[in-house]
């Protein structure tokens, strides 16, 4: 795993998790912000498919990437058994076999 800090994903992630406008419309906003960041063909084909998996493999920060679910399925209920969570778990977890 490598975290690339010049990945144009971990700045967008980063400053939306920052703005509560932008959070609250991610999903909804998502070409968009994608195309504002500049990311790449691939980062954007793993958040179109919230392929966490791969955005770690792009070099998405370790710590961004349940940040990522979030942004898709929100953060209420944030336990073991929210969306989040449990889309992260399919992604990462469930996807290596463990």
Do not use: C
């Not at 770690?56 to 953060?75: A, C, E, I, N």
């Amino acid at each position: 795993m490598n975290f690339d800090p010049d990945l144009p994903s971990n700045r967008m992630i980063y400053e939306v998790r920052k703005d509560r406008a932008l959070f609250g419309s991610f999903a909804a906003n998502l070409e968009t912000l994608m195309t504002a960041y500049r990311l790449s063909e691939q980062e954007k084909a793993a958040f179109r498919a919230l392929d966490i998996k791969g955005l770690r493999d792009l070099g998405v920060h370790p710590y961004f990437l349940p940040q990522v679910t979030r942004l898709f399925r929100g953060s209420s209920k944030n336990d073991s058994t929210s969306a989040a969570a449990q889309a992260y778990r399919r992604s990462m977890i469930d996807s290596e076999g463990h």
